[in-house]
């Protein structure tokens, strides 16, 4: 069973209320995200590996410790995947960006894969997936299995809010993928949206309809 972490952190979650407010723009809302994305950043990380070197203060030689050497995939499914990368970037700066397009099918919510742009040791890294919106699941379902086909081994999920029927498939069909949240809802409507949710993340950040 995948692992599941909810990240209630009180910065988190007072910018999270933010985000779903209908009355907040775009120019907020991106702010907003990007914030979002690199406060949660720093919490799925804290499981890096360390390891001692040592460094010359002005004072005094000592040993301290650095990340040993654990290489980092971003991997935004698009289009609002790409909200989240720029915040996860200010604290992994190092880390390399690939790109995943799944889009919705409107009548079967289905997901249609149409894009994919990865680095080319992803079986090296630590894979990032970022989705704001898990909802039936199935494009981050979809965007995974991709990347597992590919030869990835180390994958982390990263959404802002997500309903039970969402984190229920991936736990069912990835029980070897954690995933992060910033919320977990209700339920979806009958057209597949989060409740309360926050509406389209994409439109929404890109102020389009």
Sequence with gaps: MSNLFILDHPLIQHKITHIRDVNTGTKEFRELVDEVSMLMAFEITRDLPLKKVTVETPVIETESSVIAGKKIGLIPILRAGLGMVDGMLQLLPAAKVGHIGLYRDPKTLLPVEYYVKLPPDIE??????????????????????????????????????????????????????????????????????????????????????
Excluded: W
């Design 124 to 209: 090296e890294r630590i894979l990032i997936v970022l989705d704001p919106m898990l909802a039936t699941g199935g494009s981050a379902n979809d965007a995974i299995e991709s990347l597992k086909k590919r030869g990835a081994k180390n994958i982390k999920l990263v959404c802002l809010i997500a309903a039970s029927e969402g984190v229920e498939l991936i736990q069912k069909n990835h029980p070897d993928v954690d995933i992060f949240l910033g919320g977990l809802d209700e339920k979806l409507d009958e057209k597949g949206y989060i409740v309360p949710g926050l509406g389209d993340a994409g439109d929404r950040l890109f102020g389009t309809k």
